[in-house]
């Protein structure tokens, strides 16, 4: 049994490095202090960190993310202090980060007790990353191996394509990291929904966390709306509508955490003695991730 945190992030303006690290300190300890063992924030998390940049350049689009690349390793510094302090897993969310290419890609990093353990980068970008931000896909998917388990991590819209979930679980993740940050009810529900289309079908668990409330200083994080969650296969021993935990309120005035114990065991149990298949009985057609037509 694994005590599990979600935050649904409210996006703050942190005009300062001192401010902001005293925050993302005490968000995590107040996790950690409940049992928490691994703790995720969403999506685009790391861009709280234009809110240091002047004025006019964290309210430019294309500007603020180029402002903050000298940053980051601060905060990458500032995450992997917290892990080891606590001596949790942290996956702080993502942030845009440009490559020696020159290009920017979503990226999302995980610390553990000992350090980093590598990073996953988004893989399919909405129309706003594609069109507006410049913001290109990465390669490749990651399986993570901790002493909680093996866990992947799928960034907001890659939740909605079926074969990278299944592609994790072939590598045996038996959890999936689903940061998100969402502009629209709808926006949430479609992750929301791929998150527990996702653990249904290959009968694995996947921890959602979600950026709400309104940041005017930010053209990127203007608007957020979204619940935190926790989903399994809906099956014997599991919540009939598979939902393990669900944050209260859509869109809360401040940051809050959701905590829930998750039983990888009885998880794996399910792909065993549950009273359907989907991981096992996923068709043959789908092995080279196309499906035959006769």
């Known amino acids: 049994m694994i005590r599990v945190a979600a935050c649904q992030y409210a996006i703050e303006l942190f005009e300062t490095a001192d401010s902001y690290a005293e925050h993302l300190r005490a968000l995590c300890r107040q996790a950690a202090g409940q049992g928490a063992r691994l703790l995720l924030l969403p999506e685009y998390a790391g861009l709280v960190l234009s809110g240091q940049l002047p004025t006019a350049q964290r309210g430019d689009l294309l500007a603020s993310i180029a402002g903050i690349q000298p940053l980051l390793e601060g905060w990458k510094a ?18 845009p980060v440009r490559d020696p290419d020159g290009r920017y890609r979503n990226r999302a990093w995980l610390f553990g007790p000992d350090g980093c353990l590598g990073h996953q980068d988004k893989l399919m ?15 490749g998917l990651r399986v993570f ?15 909605e394509f079926p074969l990278l979930a299944r592609r994790l679980a072939e590598g045996g993740a038996d ?7 969402t502009d629209t009810e709808a926006g949430f529900h479609r992750v929301r929904i791929g998150c527990q289309a996702r653990a249904l079908e ?12 309104l940041a005017p200083w930010s053209p990127a994080l203007d608007e957020n ?3 935190a969650g926790l989903y399994v296969p809906p099956d014997y021993g599991m919540p009939a509508d598979g939902v393990a935990a669900s944050s209260a ?15 990888l065991d009885e998880v794996r149990r399910v792909r065993e003695h549950g009273q359907v298949f989907t991981r096992r ?14």
């Open 175 to 181: 959890l999936i990291l689903a940061p998100s940050c």
């Open 125 to 139: 970008m909405t129309r706003f990353e594609r069109e507006q931000w410049s913001i290109e896909a990465g390669e």
């Open 225 to 227: 709306i979204g619940r």
């Open 202 to 213: 290959n009968q694995i668990a996947v921890l959602q966390s979600p950026t709400v409330g």
């Open 145 to 159: 191996d901790t002493d909680l388990g093996r866990l992947g991590i799928l960034i907001c819209y890659d939740n």
């Open 249 to 263: 309120e859509l869109c809360p005035a401040g940051s809050q955490w959701l905590i829930a114990d998750l039983d």
């Open 78 to 95: 500032l995450c992997a202090d917290i892990a080891c302090e606590l001596g949790i897993y942290l996956q702080p969310g993502s942030a």
């Open 281 to 294: 009985d996923w068709p043959e057609q789908f092995a080279d991730g196309v499906l035959r037509l006769r």
